[in-house]
Structure formats: structure tokens, C-alpha cells
């Protein structure tokens, strides 16, 4: 370990600042959960959908070609997940094998409504210039930053380099996690050393939620069919709305209120996008990048070495944790091993 090079990710960088043991099990042992979590693999099969569209569009190729190879990309998981669901189902989890057997095609019904949404209108708007591109700096001796970057694309109107960051999730965070996620603006600074000067960030949100389907109330005498309810809270489309008030035979312009209300939501709550100016200091950033990667060096040495051993930062984070049960085993005098055995594989494992 002394001599050797070692790769310190951002996302590496994250994880040792969050939790020593998390850092272990996930970069050093590289122990990888044997079945992922449903929403890990919605993120997985949605940023393939979204790189081979943008990859597609920056070798030339037309907006509607570029969306079918992307919707190709995605389709190539539905073996994948099908045997996943197989596997929960004879588990005994009947729950998430539901879960999986839905995935594919909710998966596509979201590609589509992205591409109808975003991705024709950014093939006119931007010039995609980086796509999934792996970068490779050297922090300081011995620690290397070992990263991939999303997406890099310049807008051809004002010529604003915007770097990328493509977030599937179930709901779109506040603008606090934005600004307490350095690692987008960390990469700004590790692009520098590529001659690729970003002045902006682009949060490209997707979320993996379908529209709601609005609720019918009951049928009264001045509306026997019964009308669809108006709920504030409803967490839907007007596309979704609209093919509902069809389907019950109901009159459009008694709901000109619901369509104030949703007309936008593709783009505010299920599609939304942030552009935030660069204005931190991205050297200082950098610094704290290296020393930290310097730090996680000389701890996995000592670890290696059976001089200390990695550190458990027990919190409410630790709910989330993929590791948890491992972190419980070995703190009430369980058997780790095992634990490890039956709930995860190695990185050389998984690729065998």
C-alpha cells in the first residue's frame, strides 16, 4: 500500500468524510449489495437511458434516432430485472417482485415523457461536448481522483458552459441539498485541469414517481358521475388529469382551475432543473479534496497494517446505510462474515 497508487473518487471522498466503516466495506473491500435496492435500480437503467441519448446526440445523430438508441440502452435491463423479481417472488417477497415486474415499463413511460419534456428541446439548445467521460487527476503523491462526469454541454444561444449532474429520485430536494452537495462543483474544479472551464451547474432532475391517478368522488345528485377530485396536493399531470376527465365523460372547463394549477408540473415537480452559477471557491475545495484523500491513504495503511481499524459514525444515517446490518453484527457480537456472505458480493465476484 505504501508505494501503490490509490484511486480516492468523489463519491470515495464523500463516504470517508460521512463514515469511516462505510468507506471500507464500500471502496476498499468493494462489497456491492447482491440485489439492488428498487430505487438504485431505477437511478442505474435511467442515467444509461440518459447517456446513450446525450452520447448519441454528440456523434450527430438526429434528435428522435438519438432518443430510440437511448430507449434501446433501457430496454436492455428488462432480462435483468425480470430475474430480479423472479428471485424476490420465490424469496417470499411478493411485495418487491411486484415492484421489479412494474419497473420496466414505468421506466419507459418516464424516458418518453422526459424526451417530449427536455431531450428533443436540448437537442437544439445545447452542443453536447462531454458525455460519461472518466477523469483522472493526481491530488497529491500517492492519492489520485478517480471520477465520472455526467455530462458537459455548451449553450449555443449564450454560450454557457454548464457541467451536468443527473438526479433520479422520488422527490426533488430543496435548494439547501443543492448547496451543501459540493461534489458537482468539485468536479468544476478537477475539469480545469482537462482545459474545460464550467460556469455553471445544471441539476437535471428525474423523478422516478408515476403521476398519481386523480381520484373520483362519489356520485351526488347535481353530479351523478361523480366529479374528480381537486385536491391541492394532488401529485400529478394535467396529461394524466385531462385523460381522466375523457375517460368519465366529464367537461373540460369544469376544471380550468385544475389546469392552472397543473399545466406546468411536468416541468416544476417531475421534470425540474436548476442552474446554479459557480461562485465558491473550487481551489479551496480541491485542497480539502487532496488532504482528505491524503487522510483515507494513511488510514487504509493502517488498517492494512492491524494498527487501527476503521471507525463507525453511528447516527440516523445510518438507516440508509446499505451496511447496516453488518455494522449491527459486528457491535452485538454477531458474525460479520456471514452477514457479508449472504447479503453481498465483491466487485471481482460480480463481474465473474
Given at each position: 500500500?505504501a508505494g501503490?497508487?490509490?484511486?480516492?473518487?468523489?463519491?470515495?471522498f464523500?463516504?470517508w468524510?460521512?463514515?469511516e466503516a462505510?468507506?471500507?466495506?464500500?471502496?476498499?473491500?468493494?462489497l456491492?449489495p447482491?440485489?439492488?435496492a428498487?430505487p438504485?435500480?431505477?437511478?442505474?437503467?435511467?442515467?444509461d437511458?440518459?447517456?446513450s441519448?446525450?452520447?448519441?446526440?454528440k456523434d450527430?445523430?438526429?434528435?428522435?434516432e438519438?432518443h430510440?438508441?437511448?430507449?434501446?440502452k433501457?430496454?436492455?435491463?428488462?432480462?435483468?430485472v425480470?430475474?430480479?423479481?423472479a428471485?424476490?417472488y420465490?424469496g417470499?417477497?411478493e411485495?418487491?417482485?411486484t415492484?421489479?415486474?412494474?419497473?420496466?415499463?414505468?421506466?419507459?413511460?418516464?424516458?418518453?415523457?422526459?424526451y417530449?419534456i427536455?431531450?428533443?428541446?436540448?437537442?437544439?439548445?445545447?452542443?453536447?461536448?462531454v458525455?460519461?467521460?472518466r477523469i483522472?487527476?493526481l491530488?497529491v503523491a500517492?492519492v489520485?481522483s478517480?471520477?465520472?462526469?455526467?455530462?458537459?454541454a455548451?449553450?449555443r444561444?449564450?454560450?454557457i458552459?454548464?457541467?451536468?449532474e443527473?438526479?433520479s429520485?422520488?422527490?426533488v430536494?430543496s435548494?439547501?441539498?443543492r448547496i451543501r452537495?459540493?461534489q458537482?462543483?468539485?468536479?468544476?474544479?478537477?475539469?480545469?485541469?482537462?482545459q474545460?472551464?464550467?460556469?455553471a451547474?445544471?441539476?437535471?432532475y428525474v423523478?422516478?414517481?408515476v403521476?398519481?391517478?386523480?381520484?373520483?368522488?362519489?356520485?351526488?345528485?347535481?353530479?351523478?358521475?361523480?366529479a374528480?377530485?381537486k385536491?391541492?396536493?394532488?401529485?400529478?399531470t394535467?396529461e394524466?388529469?385531462a385523460a381522466?376527465i375523457?375517460e368519465l365523460?366529464?367537461?373540460?372547463?369544469?376544471?380550468?382551475?385544475?389546469y392552472?394549477?397543473?399545466?406546468?408540473?411536468?416541468?416544476t415537480?417531475?421534470f425540474?432543473r436548476?442552474e446554479?452559477?459557480?461562485?465558491?471557491n473550487t481551489?479551496e475545495?480541491?485542497?480539502?479534496?487532496a488532504?482528505e484523500?491524503k487522510?483515507?491513504?494513511?488510514a487504509?495503511?493502517?488498517w492494512?497494517?492491524g494498527?487501527e481499524q476503521?471507525?463507525?459514525?453511528?447516527?440516523?444515517?445510518c438507516?440508509y446505510?446499505?451496511y447496516?446490518?453488518?455494522?449491527?453484527?459486528?457491535l452485538?457480537?454477531g458474525?460479520e462474515e456471514?452477514?457479508?456472505?449472504?447479503?453481498f458480493?465483491?466487485?471481482?465476484?460480480?463481474q465473474?
Amino acid at each position: 500500500m505504501a508505494g501503490e497508487l490509490m484511486n480516492f473518487s468523489l463519491s470515495a471522498f464523500q463516504d470517508w468524510q460521512a463514515c469511516e466503516a462505510k468507506y471500507n466495506y464500500r471502496h476498499v473491500r468493494k462489497l456491492q449489495p447482491m440485489f439492488k435496492a428498487p430505487p438504485m435500480e431505477r437511478g442505474i437503467i435511467l442515467h444509461d437511458y440518459l447517456g446513450s441519448f446525450y452520447q448519441a446526440l454528440k456523434d450527430g445523430r438526429q434528435k428522435d434516432e438519438a432518443h430510440q438508441i437511448g430507449m434501446a440502452k433501457l430496454g436492455m435491463h428488462t432480462a435483468r430485472v425480470d430475474i430480479a423479481a423472479a428471485a424476490a417472488y420465490y424469496g417470499g417477497d411478493e411485495d418487491l417482485a411486484t415492484e421489479l415486474r412494474a419497473m420496466p415499463e414505468e421506466l419507459r413511460d418516464i424516458a418518453e415523457r422526459y424526451y417530449r419534456i427536455h431531450g428533443r428541446g436540448d437537442a437544439d439548445r445545447f452542443e453536447v461536448m462531454v458525455v460519461e467521460r472518466r477523469i483522472q487527476v493526481l491530488l497529491v503523491a500517492g492519492v489520485q481522483s478517480n471520477s465520472v462526469v455526467d455530462l458537459v454541454a455548451r449553450d449555443r444561444e449564450t454560450g454557457i458552459m454548464y457541467l451536468w449532474e443527473h438526479k433520479s429520485t422520488g422527490n426533488v430536494p430543496s435548494s439547501a441539498f443543492r448547496i451543501r452537495d459540493l461534489q458537482t462543483t468539485l468536479y468544476s474544479a478537477v475539469l480545469e485541469r482537462y482545459q474545460i472551464h464550467i460556469q455553471a451547474i445544471l441539476w437535471n432532475y428525474v423523478r422516478t414517481k408515476v403521476p398519481a391517478e386523480p381520484h373520483q368522488n362519489k356520485p351526488t345528485k347535481a353530479n351523478p358521475i361523480g366529479a374528480l377530485s381537486k385536491d391541492k396536493n394532488i401529485d400529478t399531470t394535467w396529461e394524466k388529469y385531462a385523460a381522466r376527465i375523457a375517460e368519465l365523460g366529464l367537461e373540460l372547463e369544469d376544471y380550468t382551475d385544475i389546469y392552472d394549477r397543473l399545466r406546468d408540473a411536468e416541468t416544476t415537480k417531475f421534470f425540474p432543473r436548476y442552474e446554479n452559477q459557480i461562485v465558491v471557491n473550487t481551489q479551496e475545495l480541491l485542497l480539502d479534496y487532496a488532504v482528505e484523500g491524503k487522510r483515507a491513504r494513511n488510514a487504509r495503511y493502517m488498517w492494512a497494517q492491524g494498527a487501527e481499524q476503521p471507525v463507525r459514525t453511528l447516527g440516523r444515517g445510518c438507516d440508509y446505510c446499505a451496511y447496516v446490518k453488518v455494522c449491527e453484527a459486528k457491535l452485538m457480537g454477531g458474525d460479520e462474515e456471514e452477514v457479508i456472505k449472504l447479503r453481498f458480493v465483491t466487485e471481482k465476484e460480480r463481474q465473474q
